[in-house]
Nanobody, 124 residues
Framework: QVQLVESGGGLVQAGGSLRLSCAAS????????MGWFRQAPGKEREFVAA????????YYADSVKGRFTISRDNAKNTLYLQMNSLKPEDTAVYYC?????????????????WGQGTQVTVSS
């Protein structure tokens, strides 16, 4: 079983930046793809970004492409999401998740373990 703990959320003005972290334990982190998803009030959870186990392959939702960067440090068992040029529509709870394969994917159903989430609020 793996445990995931997100951190780094908060309140920021539009145009600002935040860096989310996801610390993983309990499973061989470097073997598995990881992803970030988000859920705004009254909306379904949606894909944000994904990264392969090696870090060489990444995918992004069109809404964040060019503004967000997903990365990982396998030596530290940590996943990151650098968020720049934030917009009010980025406001949501952000979750990291593990996919039990080395291949990255945007498919929600492919992820089998989730963190508790961290709130990101972008004011206009």
């Amino acid at each position: 079983q793996v445990q995931l703990v997100e951190s780094g959320g908060g309140l920021v003005q539009a145009g600002g930046s935040l860096r989310l972290s996801c610390a993983a334990s309990g499973r061989t982190f470097r073997m598995y793809a990881m992803g970030w998803f988000r859920q705004a009030p009254g909306k379904e959870r949606e894909f944000v970004a994904a990264i392969s186990s090696s870090g060489r392959t990444t995918y992004y939702a069109d809404s964040v492409k060019g503004r967000f960067t997903i990365s990982r440090d396998n030596a530290k068992n940590t996943l990151y999401l650098q968020m720049n040029s934030l917009k009010p529509e980025d406001t949501a709870v952000y979750y990291c998740a593990v996919r039990p394969t080395s291949w990255a994917s945007s498919e929600y159903s492919g992820y089998d373990c989730w963190g508790q989430g961290t709130q990101v609020t972008v004011s206009s």
